[in-house]
């Protein structure tokens, strides 16, 4: 991936090594300049809506390097659970003239959600046989998937369900929220209404992840979502 800017008469070329990244990657970058010009380059958190709208805080800086030309190079290494690209924003490289930030360039980034996590997002759509309807990032640094279920008898008053997952120190965060519609008998008129339950669990990475490879243990990983699965079975799904 590759940009330019002219920032005080100064030419700053950019190139980063690849075009898509997962949370925790490295990101290698090289800045190039016609001289020995001073160089600034930062990761940031950017909301689109506010960067069309050339807003002041557009951008959240997450980790920045200052250097010289005109061949100046850096690694970032992205968080695990580090925001990743959705319809509302991204991570972006904001580069330049240190001297004057207020015009830096800018370069969104890909950024897809970890490879631990599309596994697991993989089960439910291969194994489980859910529809993925979308990817978000979510509060509190975790990735959200929606799902839409299959037509399977089990599933039957099951509207949608969302899987929120992250890193935390040595474990896996993981929530499934199921939202259904039921029919209360308790009260007049068989009226349908929407309840949602949430089930969550915390998972020693070592007891879901393979150390060889970094990848998801499927096996494993299928127990943890049969049993959030069985708990879903057995709740009473009357509105409170």
Same mark, same amino acid.
């Given at each position: /991936? ?15 090594? @690849?075009?898509? $990244? ?16 001073? #160089?600034? #380059? ?33 690694? *970032? ?11 509302? @924003? ?26 631990? *996590?599309?596994? #697991? ?6 194994? *489980?046989? !859910? ?5 978000? /990032? ?11 279920? &299959?037509?399977?008898?089990? $599933? ?5 369900? *969302?899987?929120? =997952? ?22 007049? @008129? ?5 309840? &949602? ?10 007891? =879901? ?8 243990? &499927? ?9 959030? !699965? ?6 009473? $799904?009357?509105?409170?």
């Amino acid at each position: /991936m590759k940009g330019f800017s002219i920032q005080g008469g100064t030419e700053y070329r950019i190139t980063v090594a @690849g075009e898509r $990244w997962n949370q925790g990657d490295s990101l290698s970058i090289e800045i190039g300049t016609a001289s020995a010009a001073p #160089v600034f #380059v930062a990761i940031a958190e950017g909301t689109d809506k506010k960067i069309r709208a050339k807003s002041e805080d557009s951008f959240e800086i997450l980790e920045s390097r200052e250097g010289d030309g005109p061949g100046f190079k850096t690694v *970032f290494t992205l968080a695990g659970n580090a925001r990743i690209t959705d319809k509302s @924003g991204s991570l972006y490289l904001l580069y330049g003239n240190p001297g004057a930030k207020e015009t830096l360039a800018n370069l969104k980034l890909s950024i897809a959600p970890h490879p631990v *996590f599309l596994d #697991v997002c993989d089960l439910m759509t291969g194994h *489980f046989r !859910f529809a993925l309807k979308n990817t978000a /990032m979510g509060k509190s640094g975790r990735v959200e998937f929606k799902f839409e279920p &299959s037509g399977a008898k089990e $599933w039957a008053s099951l509207s949608h369900l *969302f899987l929120r =997952i992250r890193t935390e120190n040595d474990s896996i965060e993981l929530e499934l929220l199921f939202h259904r519609t039921v029919i209360n008998a308790l009260k007049p @008129g068989l009226a349908a209404e929407k309840t &949602s339950r949430s089930f969550q669990r915390t998972i020693p990475t070592g007891d =879901i992840v393979h150390g060889f490879n970094g990848r998801l243990n &499927s096996e494993a990983a299928k127990a943890v979502l049969e049993s959030i !699965f069985s708990e879903y079975r057995e709740q009473s $799904w009357l509105p409170a």
